[in-house]
């Protein structure tokens, strides 16, 4: 099973941009990267999952480097309302399809 | 209407004793899926079911039973609960394909605290 390296804990300021990176260096072929944010006392949420390249929808972006071996989620101009736990994983096809392991995460804190 | 809905959300009761929690999800999703959240936040699973089959089982005691009767619902039950299983228990679902799990939906959770 392929681990998660992640910060932490990241500060940031509304408005800005925040570059969460995730290291995954064992990461297997069928293994997709996907995010999750979790707020207190609430399930983690989806936000974005990729396999290669760059993804994007209304809320993220993810990148992924060709050697696939690390992440980057970014959140553009965050908001207090960002300030969450934030989960990468990697899994979830192939032979380990249904398994998706959360690591510790890293908590995002959006100052005014 | 909520997507997936745990009960109860709050469970106190004494080391000993058996509970359960219950989920349900109106997803019409396949697959459902235990997880465990302890005091540090570390989030594990615990089960997955996929069209009431059991399919992960990831190494959880005996004291822990889950039971799905229908694809909709995944129970857990839980037997002479030990201080250790306080946690946050999170039921989920997933309409995956056959490569790629898909989405996870989380319920809110149901906070077990054992006395």
């Known amino acids: 099973l392929a681990k998660t390296t992640q910060p932490i804990s990241m500060d940031s300021y509304e408005g800005q941009e925040v570059n969460i990176t995730c290291s995954h260096n064992?990461?297997?072929?069928?293994?997709?990267i996907t995010w999750y944010q979790q707020f207190p006392s609430q399930g983690p949420r989806f936000i974005i999952q990729?396999?290669?390249t760059k993804v994007t929808n209304e809320v993220a972006s993810l990148f992924i480097p060709a050697d696939r071996k690390s992440s980057t989620l970014s959140l553009p101009r965050v908001s207090l309302s960002d300030t969450a736990v934030y989960y990468c994983l990697v899994g979830g096809g192939g032979s380990t399809l249904g398994r998706l392991y959360f690591g510790r995460g890293t908590q995002l804190t959006v100052w005014p | 209407d909520t997507a997936v809905s745990q009960t109860p959300k709050y469970l106190v009761t004494q080391m000993g004793n058996d509970k359960s929690i219950k989920c349900e999800q109106n997803l019409g999703h396949d697959t459902m899926y235990w997880y465990k959240q302890d005091s540090k936040k570390f989030l594990k699973i615990m089960f997955s079911y996929n069209n009431k089959e059991l399919i992960i089982n990831e190494t959880v005691p005996n004291r822990f039973s889950p039971k799905s009767p229908d694809k909709a619902h995944l129970n857990l039950h839980i037997n002479s609960l030990e201080l250790g299983d306080s946690a946050v228990y999170f039921c989920a679902s997933s309409q995956g394909t056959p490569t790629n799990t898909g989405e996870l939906f989380f319920g809110e959770g149901s906070r077990l605290t054992v006395l």
């Open positions: 064992n990461i297997a072929t069928n293994d997709y």
């Open positions: 990729g396999y290669k």
